[in-house]
């Protein structure tokens, strides 16, 4: 019954931002663990951000210092902003939610069981 919705991918040169949004169904953002993943051609989803219930956040490593993620529970949104953009942040790029009993959020992309349709981000040399 957890639906999600990116939005907010786009092209943009090395250097720049973007700001991706993820609404979700009612309760989701709140109640769940919820991220962001990414996906580039021929490689594996990774993960980018992940916020468990408690609020505890966790970056993937490439993006550290450089992505924010953020949720507004009222709202039911998730949101990455995304600065100094680099070629290599080009993929496509998904919001994730997986109901977790007490835990930290999963690390791996096939422990999540709820996913949006995905959002576009290239960036250019």
């Known amino acids: 019954q957890v639906q999600l919705l990116e939005s907010g991918g786009g092209s943009v040169q090395a250097g720049g931002s973007l700001r991706l949004s993820c609404t979700a169904s009612?309760?989701?953002?709140?109640?769940?663990?919820v991220g962001w993943y990414r996906q580039a051609p021929g490689k594996e989803r990774m993960g980018v951000a992940t916020?468990?219930?408690?609020?505890?956040?966790t970056y993937g490593d490439s993006v550290k210092g450089r992505f924010t993620v953020s949720k507004d529970n009222g709202n039911n949104t998730l949101v990455l902003q995304m600065d100094s953009l680099k070629p290599e942040d080009t993929a496509m790029y998904y919001c994730?939610?997986?109901?977790?009993?007490?835990?930290?959020?999963?690390?791996?992309?096939?422990?999540?069981?709820?996913w949006g349709q995905g959002t576009q981000v290239t960036v250019s040399a």
């Open positions: 994730a939610a997986e109901y977790i009993h007490g835990g930290t959020c999963p690390y791996f992309a096939s422990n999540f069981g709820f």
């Open positions: 009612e309760h989701t953002v709140d109640i769940y663990c």
């Open positions: 916020i468990d219930s408690a609020g505890k956040i």
